[in-house]
């Protein structure tokens, strides 16, 4: 469209069609060659341009404009505010596309951006064939937000890019452009979905379409948003609740969905950064710290709690992906060798804790109530844990954590071990979650049904379907996500005999012990969750269903086989939540084949820390995500990765991975990859 | 107008600038923005290499007060102009100022004062001996705008 040279008419190229011209840009640099020259270039795109060459001043441009722009442009080194920063600030608040930019090439910042959600990631020098397309990141945004709302339910909050991250989804570091941020959120449902049932029409292809308005969120809405979250409780809400207590004329649950996504990644990464909210200072986090309180009241966790717990699962998991698996790419949909893989990529997006996450919601999902806080803990696993908090889900993670290495399957094993609830699907969505998790709010949701379908299968099919879980979970997770884990009473004797399987690496001995145990206590889950789910998951849950069986299994019926879990089956596999329960027995033995011992840790793992993860991101999600099964939800919110992973560390004597990728050098022979 | 004197200015500034872009005073980015100006911006190039050159002296003076105590350095704020000049030079087709942002990153990276203090000097000179040349661009340009001719678009490949 865009003439080099002399002569750059308005007709050149653009006749053809206008929507390109006129897009609204602002770029913030503090270099004044740069600002000029990409000025300049985007001018001869015809674009509307406004410069910035200070990001405190274009953060306070874009409050005041709301709907003014349609991107960013922003450079990573600034003096006054960290560029990431900025990127997180209008992720949130705004809800805009961002494009990074920077004469550091190095993969780390790259990825970097890309984990943030930067919707692309530019070198300088930029060049004007670069500029000329960032269009295409608005449409894709647009056309996420209106796949979400073309899909009221629910729990897919955005559609339309999902499809196209998946595939690339292999590459964080590739997938810079829409792979973050919405995409991301959507694609992760979207994956999950896919998986299981189908494109689910995300891609809307009418991108013509797609001129949704933008809700803009201006500090007031949001205190509102955030303060019927906190009501809810940050795992119960769904968007469908919060839009009404929100009471915000031409609100649509949509809006509130995607926003809630974002939240939910938003407190993911402060849980995992900083474990307290209040880090960011961002308007969500003032007097978040309560929003999550009821979560926090279910065992004491506190989101803050979960993100660290999740935090630390991811990043053992991703190390124990990375180092068993050797897979580097974050979002490693392949369940079967890397459930944890995808975990981890999903950590390493957002917060390892969403694997965990995922792998609890599932066992969450069983009903319990805590299920906010189980979320992040493989609660599934044992009733026991969660209520002893993070703990467990630490343990299960550090359990996962040796699967990990395995691959995911492994991780899935000591998962599913862990959560006997909502194991499998919980570890299907551990892998899956990765995907997801790099928008981490999005991911939570999908963790619980992410998790499990990420793990038994690739991940990428795990995401969508953590997505959907989560999604489908809200509404039931107050139920009792976490049976296992909430309801000490349930299993706790299985949760522990879980979590010793899984801390012994041996996925297999585990499992078996585990299995036995959670199998019981899965039914409990089974009978609250498949109401729930059943509901909730139908399309939701199909992908995780699998998935989550699958974690350990890298395909969902392994997963589920494995599921060892029998629970864990029963998350999985969102509708058939209740068939997991009866099947979960035999699912169980099953599956055991394949790696069955190992697979069913896994999938408690994965649950159990799945949720931790997600449940950090967001109690929020887990509530209103995924009907999926609890497993997922649970860990989602709840636990911070970090808890989870030093507590399951500690209890398998493992000593807790904090780099992502060093592994800890679990042994993860025994998982079944 | 004076067809031959344009003709031979016109040949004059192509030699010129092919010059500069041969011995790596420029390099493909400079040519991407001549390709930016038009009618409707006459000087833009000028105008950007102006503030780039007006960057890489504040920039080097900042700097240079950041390497002057040999006990005292701040490497921290010496590593954030480097990037800074990197990433103008590179904008603006600077080639031989970027080299040696390139060469000067490394030795802060090592916290080597002394490579630092000669890739300041150095990124110093590279500066302000571009300045002059394009500088001396300009003016052709000038003059053949004044003689009635246009600027011929140079493609360098």
Redesign the interface.
């Known amino acids: 469209m865009i003439n ?5 008419g308005p007709d050149s190229g653009s006749n053809s069609d206008p929507f390109p011209a006129g897009l609204r840009v602002l770029v913030v640099d ?5 600002l ?2 990409l000025e ?2 985007l001018m ?1 795109c015809l674009y509307r341009v406004t410069k910035c060459n200070r990001a405190e001043l274009a953060l306070s441009l874009l409050r005041k404009n709301k709907n003014g722009f349609d991107i960013v442009i922003s ?1 990573v ?1 600034m ?1 006054d505010m960290d560029g990431f920063k900025l990127l997180e600030h209008v992720g949130l608040e705004m809800d805009l596309p961002v494009i990074m930019m ?3 090439d190095s993969k780390s910042v790259v990825l970097k951006g890309v984990t943030h959600g930067a919707v692309d990631y530019l070198i ?5 064939e670069a500029l000329k397309n960032i269009w295409q990141h608005v449409v894709r945004k647009k056309r996420n937000e209106w796949n979400v709302s073309e899909h009221s339910g629910g729990s897919i909050e955005d559609t339309g890019g999902d499809r196209d991250r998946q595939q690339p989804r292999e590459d964080a570091d590739n997938n810079s452009s829409s792979v973050n941020e919405g995409n991301w959120r959507s694609s992760s449902s979207r994956k999950r979905k896919e998986e299981e049932v189908d494109d689910q029409g995300d891609d809307k292809e009418d991108t013509s379409s797609l001129k949704k308005p933008r809700v803009v969120w201006s500090v007031e809405l949001h205190q509102q948003f955030v303060a019927a979250v906190n009501q809810l409780g940050v795992d119960k809400a769904v968007p469908k609740k919060i839009l009404e207590m929100m009471n915000v004329p031409g609100l649509t649950r949509e809006n509130v969905a995607s926003h809630l996504q974002k939240y939910r990644i938003y407190l993911r990464r402060l849980g995992g950064v900083s474990q307290h909210q209040g880090n960011m200072n961002h308007s969500f986090m003032t007097g978040q710290d309560p929003s999550f309180g009821p979560l926090s009241s279910l065992n004491g966790f506190d989101l803050q709690a979960l993100a660290v717990v999740g935090q630390l699962p991811a990043q053992s998991l991703a190390q124990l992906q990375a180092a068993g698996l050797g897979r580097s790419s974050l979002i490693k949909p392949g369940m079967s060798s890397s459930p944890l893989v995808d975990q981890r990529s999903i950590f390493n997006f957002e917060n390892p804790k969403v694997r965990f996450g995922d792998g609890h919601g599932q066992t969450i999902n069983n009903g319990n109530k805590q299920m906010s806080l189980l979320h992040g803990v493989p609660t599934g696993m044992e009733p026991k844990q969660f209520a002893g908090s993070h703990m467990r889900v630490q343990q299960q993670i550090t359990g996962v954590r040796p699967g990990q290495n395995v691959q995911s399957s492994g991780m899935v094993l000591s998962v599913a071990d862990h959560l006997p609830r909502g194991g499998p699907s919980m570890l299907s969505s551990l892998g899956q979650q990765q995907p997801m998790f790099s928008t981490s709010v999005s991911r939570r949701s999908d963790l619980t049904g992410a998790v499990r379908n990420s793990i038994p299968e690739t991940n990428n099919r795990v995401v969508p379907a953590t997505h959907s879980v989560f999604n489908n979970f809200p509404a039931d997770l107050p139920q009792n996500n976490f049976p296992l884990a909430s309801a000490p009473g349930i299993s706790i004797p299985v949760s522990a005999s879980y979590q010793e399987e899984v801390n012994s690496s041996d996925a297999k001995g585990g499992s078996s012990a585990a299995t036995a145990g959670f199998g019981n206590p899965c039914y409990d889950m089974f009978n609250n969750f498949s109401q729930q789910q059943q509901q909730h998951h139908n399309n939701k849950l199909n992908d995780w269903d699998l998935r989550n069986i699958g974690l350990a299994f890298s395909h969902q019926d392994t997963a589920s086989a494995s599921a060892a879990f029998s629970t864990s089956e029963a998350y999985s596999s969102s509708s058939s939540l209740r068939k997991r329960r009866e099947t979960d027995a035999t699912v169980v033995t099953a599956h055991g084949q394949n790696q069955q011992p190992p697979s069913r840790s896994l999938n408690h793992l994965n649950h159990v820390f799945m949720d931790g993860g997600s449940v950090r991101v967001k109690s929020e999600r887990v509530a209103e995500t995924v009907t999926c099964p609890p497993a997922t939800t649970l860990f989602n919110e709840q636990y911070h990765q970090e808890d989870l992973m030093s507590a399951l560390l500690k209890q398998e004597g493992i000593p807790s991975v904090d780099n992502e990728f060093d592994f800890d050098g679990y042994s993860i022979d025994n998982i079944p990859v | 107008m004076n067809t031959i004197v344009v003709g031979q200015l016109q040949r004059q500034f192509q030699d010129y600038i092919v010059s500069l872009y041969q011995q790596g005073y420029l390099d493909n980015q400079f040519t991407e923005l001549r390709k930016l100006q038009d009618e409707g911006s006459p000087d833009f190039v000028a105008e950007v290499v102006s503030l780039f050159f007006d960057d890489c002296a504040k920039v080097i003076n900042d700097m240079s007060t950041s390497l002057e105590r040999p006990d005292h350095v701040d490497f921290k704020q010496v590593d954030s102009g480097v990037h800074q000049l990197k990433g103008s030079s590179s904008s603006v087709g600077a080639r031989r100022v970027k080299n040696v942002c390139i060469a000067f990153k490394e030795c802060c990276d090592v916290q080597n004062r002394e490579g630092c203090l000669r890739c300041l000097q150095q990124v110093d000179y590279e500066y302000k001996m571009l300045k002059t040349k394009l500088q001396d661009l300009f003016n052709l340009e000038q003059q053949i705008l004044q003689a009635g001719g246009t600027i011929p678009q140079v493609s360098m490949n």
């Open positions: 080099s040279g002399h002569g750059r503090d270099d004044p060659t740069c000029m020259i300049r270039m001869t450079d080194h003096p920077s004469a550091d300088k020098p930029v060049r004007i």
